[in-house]
């Protein structure tokens, strides 16, 4: 490193150790930022908590029936039968128990560093009750909330490095040669050093250096006070923070092709303000806005009167067998038709066929929703600060990546769900309490996540990294050419 | 040449005179703003962008508007072409009821993409309506989406600053400031002239976006469903209440101008206030406001719900409740047994057991909705200092797309499950003389198929009072700021 940049960086980090309003803005930037990590701690603890009390209620539901199943047997070997429950109550019965009371929990436990941002988390639940009923009648099932407090969203650090942290960055750097102009000092330190472009960038450096600096120990003593110095290990800390240097580079790289115009303060200022809005605001709306126009999210709606359809469709049939049957045998009701056994065969005939049409309907709309995804990740290249938005909440495990794979887990555990009792229930065979202790279980996707690094986030990172490069050189052209007028 | 320079004002001068001194300022700052090309530029492209954003608007909402009324007419079909059966297995089944889109959604989609659009009528029970469409969106989108409210919100204003920080501040550094006082023209009157200009700017902004909306409104609004007059109200209240809100921010950047040091101050004082009204106060304010009003979790609200239904005694016929409703009805028919009562036990005992869960779910559904009001309460009082959290909540209660009208649209598809149930009831109690008692397409037709009508334009503002007293509060503050800041204007 040649010594004019060092001796341009250490005299403006002298300059602006001096200057009262960097220090504040530094220490904003910082407060804000762990402001947010405590607040991304308390949205953690409350989907902690969501979880555990669902995994409790599974608990008490399934302990309950396990008790009046144990009394219906004890009654059976005693000679001295219990009142007969209604077949929703019933916990031998295989058909009802699996469709509601006798539900399981899978949940998505936050990730090691889902407190950095909210991204997905506020809007899909971290625990969905897997019934053999269609994906339809347990997949969509929302937490409360305000739909207005959904809108206005969170105050998270991703929200923090993505909107407030580049205002800093820019305000640190946006009138470096500008201001020397304006303030007739430049000449003099062009003349005084060797290599005035050096001088220049060290100082540059400086400037950039104390918020970026700033955000990155903000972060680091954020997740070692909120989530624990362990967490410093996890492949995704590291991320983190390289994702966070490279944003906060984009933008001083961009200060420094702005203020390499060679116009005034004012100039610089305004431009940079404007490409703040089109960078953070303007583009993610509009590539929001093209995705959305382009690959329209199908209408869910769509895929619960396919199941309704479906139900009907099956009940006519059902009904059609019933009257072939009484034709075939000289008009009279088969023996199963008014019992129990013909309303479970009816339930699981009507299941099984909102099943497959709900199904085909999820994949017809999964692959219309990747396309949209697809697009909108593609125009993602237009804006950095939606490449870094999106980087962020996969780090954070709330983003795309980690709840598709949680889907996908439910996809394949459901279908082990409906096997375990609906072949039971299309044998006419009652659930034994060696049937609950064999139920499938949900394996705890956390688990499996822990500590493996989040993926995809190499293209974002090329995505921000290139246009930095891109503007550093434009901007170290225009250091080059600087003159005092 | 201006009026001002003709000749020196008296120092008590006549209204006449100020009025003359007020118009020579605006028409000054208006020829000013002209010729910056920047800005016009700058004008021209957010116009650009409100006119595409309503554009996209008007398509998105005609799609998802065909989509539910298709689905409307699906359900329907799917309704009446239930095989005979038991009416209360009907009832079990259930109707959908679908929310309409509000027209001007296409101006402001509000909390539309984060409230279900559909929710299930079956027996039994109150469902909370399903399917989001922001879960569908996918991280990016959190980032939000073109539309005209945003824009309006977010770079309206920063326009507004624009054009309005160098006012003063830009005047004293070139000198003509003081040449302006020195003929005599008052601080007042020179603030007038230039809140003038600037809120002459304003409505020239907003002008091709409300005319655009009010066409877009001709076209989209079926008026078999809705009074195209009352959209016209709701359009006319967004776009008083868009005016106060950028009318405050043409005073508060006239007031910073006038006590600010330089330009350049004023623009990083008038920025850091639009970062912070645009950015930072929503999501404080709704921090807060989920910190001292807390909604319960799905689960502690139906663990609410099911344990007070649980004495309701539902399908249980060995329940206290039931045997004490029955012993009643017996009683008041004055006979021994069930299979003597004239009518259907069973259907009585529905109805009976369905009038008890009613009363359950409007408390359980009402406390919950007060909660969201207190936080809507809570969000929207800073809305004097931070004018974003006042105007939200009026611009969505307008446009028809706030919580308030799920609410109602919630209520009102409640109402209607209500009616399917005290139909298949009423049927069961007059026509089953037995448990294999099956009704068919003739009742199903019978039972009508849901149709909502939004409230008017009152209900929306019924429930905005809190929101407009802080847009009023807000406006007024930025004048007497500003007019605060015009009386300490300093010449150099």
């Known amino acids: 490193m040649s010594s004019s940049f060092l001796a341009g960086a250490r005299f403006e980090a002298r300059m602006m150790r001096r200057d009262g309003a960097v220090w504040f803005a530094l220490l904003i930037l910082a407060g804000v930022a762990l402001f947010a990590l405590a607040m991304g701690t308390a949205r953690i603890a409350a989907q902690q908590a969501a979880i555990a009390a669902a995994r409790a209620d599974e608990t008490q539901r399934l302990s309950k029936l396990q008790k009046t199943l144990a009394q219906?047997?004890?009654?059976?070997?005693?000679?001295?039968?219990?009142?007969?429950?209604?077949?929703?109550?019933?916990?031998?019965?295989?058909?009802?128990?699996?469709?509601?009371?006798?539900?399981?929990?899978?949940?998505?436990?936050?990730?090691?560093?889902?407190?950095?941002?909210?991204?997905?988390?506020?809007l899909l639940p971290p625990a969905v009750r897997v019934t053999t009923g269609s994906k339809d009648s347990f997949l969509f099932a929302d937490e409360i909330d305000n739909p207005a407090n959904l809108m206005s969203g969170a105050t998270d650090l991703a929200f923090v490095v993505v909107f407030v942290y580049p205002l800093v960055v820019l305000a640190m750097a946006f009138n470096l040669l500008a201001g020397e102009r304006e303030q007739g000092t430049l000449g003099m330190t062009l003349a005084s050093a060797r290599r005035p472009s050096a001088s220049l960038a060290g100082k540059l450096a400086a400037r950039v250096a104390a918020p970026?600096?700033?955000?990155?120990?903000?972060v680091a003593a954020g997740v070692w006070i909120f989530a624990g110095w362990e967490r410093f290990a996890t492949p995704g800390f590291a991320a983190l923070l390289f994702v966070v240097l490279l944003y906060g580079l984009f933008w001083a790289a961009l200060a420094a092709a702005v203020d390499g115009l060679g116009r005034g303060s004012a100039f610089n200022a305004l431009t940079l303000i404007g490409a703040w809005v089109a960078i953070t605001m303007i583009l993610p709306a509009a590539i929001n806005s093209i995705a959305a126009f382009a690959h329209p999210a199908p209408s869910r709606i769509e895929m619960v009167l396919a199941a309704r359809a479906a139900s009907t469709d099956a009940d006519k049939s059902r009904d059609a067998a019933l009257a072939r049957y009484a034709d075939e045998h000289g008009g009279g009701k088969p023996a199963s038709a008014a019992g129990a056994q013909e309303a479970t065969l009816r339930r699981l005939a009507t299941q099984?066929?909102?099943?497959?049409?709900?199904?085909?309907?999820?994949?017809?709309?999964?692959?219309?929703?990747?396309?949209?995804?697809?697009?909108?990740?593609?125009?993602?290249?237009?804006?950095?600060?939606?490449?870094?938005?999106?980087?962020?909440?996969?780090?954070?495990?709330?983003?795309?990546?980690?709840?598709?794979?949680?889907?996908?887990?439910?996809?394949?555990?459901?279908?082990?769900?409906?096997?375990?009792?609906?072949?039971?229930?299309?044998?006419?065979?009652?659930?034994?309490?060696?049937?609950?202790?064999?139920?499938?279980?949900?394996?705890?996707?956390?688990?499996?996540?822990?500590?493996?690094?989040?993926?995809?986030?190499?293209?974002?990172?090329?995505?921000?990294?290139?246009?930095?490069?891109?503007?550093?050189?434009?901007?170290?052209?225009?250091?080059?050419?600087?003159?005092?007028? | 040449m201006s009026d001002l320079a003709l000749a020196p004002l008296a120092a008590a001068a006549p209204s006449k005179s100020r009025w003359r001194v007020m118009r020579a300022v605006a028409a000054k700052e208006w020829l000013e703003l002209f010729r910056d090309r920047r800005l016009l530029w700058l004008c021209a492209f957010v116009v650009a962008l409100m006119l595409g954003a309503l554009a996209f608007g008007y398509v998105e909402n005609a799609?998802?508007?065909?989509?539910?009324?298709?689905?409307?007419?699906?359900?329907?079909?799917?309704?009446?072409?239930?095989?005979?059966?038991?009416?209360?297995?009907?009832?079990?089944?259930?109707?959908?009821?679908?929310?309409?889109?509000?027209?001007?959604?296409?101006?402001?989609?509000?909390?539309?993409?984060?409230?279900?659009?559909?929710?299930?009528?079956?027996?039994?029970?109150?469902?909370?309506?399903?399917?989001?469409?922001?879960?569908?969106?996918?991280?990016?989108?959190?980032?939000?989406?073109?539309?005209?409210?945003?824009?309006?919100?977010t770079i309206?204003?920063?326009?507004?600053?624009?054009?309005?920080?160098?006012?003063?501040?830009?005047?004293?550094?070139?000198?003509?400031?003081?040449?302006?006082?020195?003929?005599?023209?008052?601080?007042?009157?020179?603030?007038?002239?230039?809140?003038?200009?600037?809120?002459?700017?304003?409505?020239?902004?907003?002008?091709?976006?409300?005319?655009?909306?009010?066409?877009?409104?001709?076209?989209?609004?079926?008026?078999?469903?809705?009074?195209?007059?009352?959209?016209?109200?709701?359009?006319?209240?967004?776009?008083?209440?868009?005016?106060?809100?950028?009318?405050?921010?043409?005073?508060?950047?006239?007031?910073?101008s006038a006590l600010a040091r330089n330009s350049r101050a004023a623009l990083v004082a008038l920025l850091a206030f639009w970062l912070a009204n645009s950015f930072l106060a929503p999501r404080l304010a709704t921090d807060a406001a989920r910190a001292f009003a807390p909604v319960p979790t799905l689960l502690e609200f139906r663990a609410g719900v099911v344990q007070d239904k649980a004495k309701t005694f539902g399908h249980d016929e060995t329940h206290p409740g039931f045997i004490a409703f029955r012993d009643a009805t017996l009683k008041k028919y004055g006979v021994a047994r069930i299979e003597d009562l004239p009518v259907n036990f069973r259907g009585l005992a529905l109805r009976q057991d369905d009038h008890a869960g009613y009363a359950i779910f409007d408390r359980h559904f009402g406390a919950l909705q007060s909660t969201f009001d207190r936080q809507d309460a809570l969000r929207a009082a800073p809305g004097v200092l931070f004018p974003l959290l006042a105007l939200r909540p009026l611009s969505m209660a307008f446009a028809g797309v706030d919580s308030r009208s799920q609410f109602d649209f919630a209520t009102s598809a409640e109402a209607h499950r209500r009616d399917i149930q005290n139909e298949v009831s009423d049927n069961i109690i007059h026509f089953a003389h037995d448990n294999t008692y099956v009704a068919g397409p003739e009742l199903w037709r019978k039972i009508a198929a849901f149709a909502y009508r939004a409230p008017g334009a009152g209900f929306a503002l019924g429930y905005s009072l809190l929101p407009v007293a802080a847009l009023v509060g807000w406006l007024a503050l930025a004048a007497v700021f500003a007019l605060f800041a015009a009386r300490r204007l300093r010449p150099v």
């Open chain 1, 72 to 122: 219906l047997q004890q009654g059976d070997a005693q000679g001295k039968p219990a009142p007969e429950p209604p077949p929703f109550r019933d916990p031998r019965n295989a058909a009802f128990m699996g469709g509601g009371p006798a539900a399981t929990v899978a949940a998505l436990a936050p990730a090691p560093l889902g407190l950095v941002a909210t991204g997905q988390s506020d």
């Open chain 2, 63 to 153: 799609r998802i508007l065909s989509e539910r009324e298709a689905a409307a007419r699906a359900d329907r079909e799917i309704w009446v072409g239930q095989s005979a059966k038991n009416p209360h297995a009907a009832a079990h089944f259930g109707q959908y009821a679908f929310k309409p889109l509000s027209p001007l959604a296409l101006a402001d989609p509000g909390v539309d993409a984060y409230v279900g659009s559909a929710v299930w009528l079956e027996a039994h029970r109150q469902n909370e309506t399903q399917f989001k469409q922001a879960r569908d969106g996918g991280v990016g989108a959190r980032l939000g989406s073109l539309s005209l409210a945003f824009i309006l919100q």
């Open chain 2, 156 to 256: 309206a204003p920063l326009i507004v600053i624009l054009m309005g920080f160098a006012s003063f501040s830009g005047e004293r550094e070139s000198g003509t400031l003081k040449q302006l006082l020195s003929v005599g023209a008052r601080p007042r009157d020179i603030l007038a002239g230039k809140a003038l200009a600037l809120i002459g700017a304003i409505f020239a902004l907003l002008a091709p976006a409300f005319i655009g909306a009010a066409l877009a409104l001709l076209f989209f609004v079926d008026r078999e469903r809705l009074s195209l007059f009352d959209q016209f109200i709701r359009l006319g209240a967004l776009g008083a209440a868009y005016v106060a809100y950028l009318a405050g921010f043409a005073f508060l950047a006239l007031g910073v």
């Open chain 1, 212 to 218: 970026i600096a700033a955000m990155l120990l903000a």
């Open chain 1, 352 to 485: 099984e066929a909102a099943f497959q049409r709900v199904e085909a309907i999820v994949a017809e709309h999964d692959a219309q929703l990747a396309r949209q995804r697809d697009m909108a990740d593609r125009l993602g290249y237009l804006s950095p600060a939606y490449l870094t938005y999106a980087a962020m909440a996969d780090i954070a495990g709330s983003g795309e990546a980690r709840y598709r794979a949680f889907l996908d887990r439910i996809r394949a555990f459901h279908l082990d769900w409906r096997e375990f009792f609906l072949s039971r229930a299309k044998a006419g065979a009652s659930l034994t309490a060696q049937d609950y202790a064999a139920m499938p279980k949900f394996t705890q996707a956390d688990e499996e996540l822990v500590g493996r690094p989040p993926a995809g986030l190499a293209g974002p990172l090329i995505g921000v990294a290139l246009p930095m490069l891109l503007l550093a050189a434009f901007g170290l052209r225009g250091y080059r050419r600087a003159a005092p007028r």
